[in-house]
């Protein structure tokens, strides 16, 4: 059964990014996983991501995840907010070398010395320079039989073997992992790309020779890029058994196997020698890659003691969509950005950091294909804001794999790599990815055949004062301050007066005045107050603070701004009146959020009327991901907006779809024994198959122009 160990990991320090704290792996307690992420309906246009869900079901026999225990060493920290993942350890784990002084140095007694040797490495290279080293034996080695394999400046693969030269024909592409053997048999020197044999060097009589240590990454020049699964051996392999070999793991007991690097760790500085226990040594900051599968935040930590059997606990998590979802926000007013500028600028209020050691960056934002003419919305949960921005690009907002908070403009889809389907589901038990379990989504609930936008525009009026305090001889103490909110539109506001463009920065007189006698008499103070302020589109926080040490008092105030005006609205319709014969009226509940344009409104309705107008196939499909290794690495690398083929036209269900689908949302469930199901949403990609967008798409008599 093929199975992929997953990695669970907890940030008990609440440290960004640190997960090797006391405690932070617990993968080893783990009883169950389950995780998922996505819209909650199979449509592109009604179905929304939901914030990710996570729970974890652990041994707690210990009584570690007991908050009262104080002899728990994570005693103080099982708190909410701490962040937790869920990553592809054994096999789908690898080494990341940055290029500077990081590599792995290994004890050397074992290395062949005869006239025989095969080096294996899987690796992705992320940059070409003078030469990118990932094995070297001729470090402090002067012998005539030392050895480096490498990949040259140009791209090209170099096995030196005591000078003599062999290299590979292949111009190795960066981003990519390549499979590389070098083999050589006592007259021939020969390397091996992704199995493919390159031109054969002749280099007769050699005997290889070996010092007290060799390096992976290697000490001098060193590699830029991941590595995973190095292999040294006393013989040289055939062809067929490189071939044979290269995408599998080995038990390292096999005949003439001296040094097996798998990477499996996923973790620390001790890289494991699978063969004998010459172990390596991680030097420099090298990083661990493992494919992420889920990232987020503990919500509870649920202790479940029991008296006949184990102790559990179970902890739950949520996505960054929940995060951010914690406090209500109040935008300001924005004025002619495009809509992942938009999502951008909410993110920042809510705290949701651009970078970080989290995963590199927090986000991934499309920069989007409308420009807002005036944004404004009053104070609401942030996500709620973020859907009226997601449906004014017709796009869609999700979370990562990674913990990321994605933006994806409306022509995403329409271009490499999801113009490609990933991965072909079939219902043949024969078939490399087989699925045991399909359902199709009821089609009717989808079809809308009348879209209805509305346009609406904003005004400004005259600057005049919008707030007035009314009542005066506040006090504010010596080296104190006060808080003052001003808010608008008030009782005298005219009715389209929704809020305040901007507001005016206040000055003194003009629009406060402070004095040591509550009334108004006295000496006048103005000079001895600072007055901050905090905006929004409907308040205005004013600060006053007293720098001296005299009690002042506050006699006149005011706010002062350029009011905003909602203009009529304007409502356009778009119908399929053969589908409302057919199916009866069916008015879409998206309504197009801040369209800017009457122009725009029109496309946006024209373009969704015609794509849901009739029923379009959804599906809900199941796998068992142990079924292959097939199954279990599409499980790992597949992710929400992944284009895939589902041909379900078997006997077994008799559906009659072939055809691509994106999967819209993904759902893993991993048991005590490893038994691994996953599922996915998937909805229908043909209309992105005959969208057309300017400079990418090649127009055919099959296309329509995406709004």
Not at 139 to 148: E, F, K, L, S
Not at 313 to 334: C, F, S, T
Not at 395 to 423: D, L
Not at 481 to 493: E, K, M, Y
């Amino acid at each position: 059964m093929a199975t992929m160990v997953p990695v669970i990991e907890l940030n008990w320090t609440g440290a960004t990014g640190t997960f090797n704290s006391t405690g932070g792996n617990v993968s080893g307690r783990a009883f169950h996983v389950e995780f998922s992420r996505g819209r909650d309906v199979a449509s592109q246009l009604t179905g929304h991501s939901e914030p990710g869900s996570c729970q974890i079901i652990l041994n707690n026999q210990s009584g570690d995840y007991n908050s009262y225990n104080q002899s728990s060493p994570l005693y103080g920290s099982l708190l909410p907010g701490r962040q937790v993942r869920v990553i592809a350890g054994g096999t789908y784990s690898a080494l990341h070398f940055g290029g500077v002084l990081e590599a792995i140095q290994i004890v050397a007694t074992n290395l062949p010395t005869g006239t025989l040797l095969t080096i294996e490495a899987r690796f992705n290279l992320d940059v070409n320079k003078n030469f990118n080293r990932i094995i070297d034996n001729q470090q402090n080695n002067t012998g005539a039989g030392a050895w480096i394999l490498g990949v040259n400046a140009g791209g090209t693969m170099l096995f030196n073997l005591g000078g003599n030269l062999a290299t590979g024909s292949i111009v190795i592409t960066t981003g990519t992992y390549h499979h590389v053997a070098a083999r050589y048999d006592g007259s021939n020197m020969s390397i091996l790309i992704d199995g493919t044999l390159q031109p054969t060097f002749a280099a007769p009589g050699i005997t290889l020779t070996n010092t007290s240590t060799f390096f992976v990454g290697d000490n001098v020049s060193f590699f830029t890029g991941s590595l995973d699964d190095v292999r040294v051996w006393a013989t040289a392999r055939s062809d067929a058994e490189i071939a044979r070999d290269k995408d599998r793991d080995l038990t390292g007991t096999e005949a003439n196997l001296r040094y097996y690097f798998d990477m499996n760790e996923g973790q620390g500085t001790v890289i494991q020698n699978r063969s004998t226990a010459l172990h390596g040594t991680l030097s420099g900051s090298a990083n661990w890659v493992n494919n992420p599968l889920w990232h987020g935040f503990i919500t509870r930590i649920v202790p479940g003691p029991s008296v006949k059997g184990v102790d559990t606990v179970v902890i739950e998590a949520e996505g960054p969509l929940a995060y951010i979802n914690q406090k209500d926000i109040i935008p300001p007013v924005l004025a002619n950005l495009v809509t992942g500028s938009i999502i951008s600028t909410l993110l920042d209020k809510t705290g949701w950091a651009s970078s970080g050691s989290m995963s590199g960056s927090f986000r991934d934002l499309d920069q989007g294909q409308t420009t807002v003419v005036t944004f404004v919305h009053a104070q609401d949960k942030p996500l709620a804001i973020i859907r009226k921005v997601e449906e004014t690009e017709g796009g869609f907002v999700r979370e990562s794999n990674s913990g990321k908070i994605v933006f994806e403009s409306r022509t995403r889809r329409g271009q490499s790599p999801y113009t490609t389907s990933q991965a072909t589901f079939t219902d043949s038990p024969t078939g490399t990815l087989f699925y045991n379990e399909i359902q199709q989504e009821e089609p009717l609930a989808f079809v809308f055949n009348e879209m209805v936008t509305t346009i609406q525009t904003y005004g400004t009026g005259a600057t005049g004062t919008l707030w007035k305090l009314t009542s005066t001889g506040v006090e504010v103490p010596p080296l104190g301050s006060r808080i003052f909110v001003a808010s608008f539109p008030g009782p005298t506001a005219a009715v389209n007066q929704i809020g305040v463009f901007s507001w005016n920065t206040p000055t003194a007189t003009a629009d406060y005045n402070m004095f040591s006698d509550p009334a108004g008499t006295g000496t006048n103070l103005n000079s001895l107050v600072t007055v901050s302020t905090v905006d929004n589109v409907n308040q205005l926080e004013l600060i006053i603070t007293n720098t001296s040490t005299r009690l002042a008092y506050v006699t006149f105030l005011q706010a002062r701004g350029i009011p905003l005006q909602r203009d009529d609205p304007l409502v356009i319709p778009a119908r399929d009146g053969t589908s409302e014969t057919t199916f009866g009226k069916r008015t879409s509940p998206i309504q197009g959020g801040y369209t800017p344009t009457v122009q725009e409104g029109v496309d946006w309705a024209d373009w969704n009327v015609a794509v849901y107008g009739d029923p379009t196939p959804r599906f809900g499909i199941t796998f068992l991901a142990n079924r292959s290794d097939a199954h279990i690495d599409h499980a790992i690398r597949r992710d929400v907006s992944d284009r895939v083929t589902l041909v379900a036209t078997g006997t077994t269900n008799n559906l009659g779809v072939t055809g691509d689908f994106f999967i819209e949302r993904v759902e893993h469930k991993i048991d005590a024994d490893r038994t691994h199901t996953v599922r996915y949403l998937i909805s229908e990609a043909e209309q992105f198959s005959e969208m057309w967008v300017m400079n990418v798409s090649s127009l055919g008599i099959n296309n329509r122009l995406h709004f």
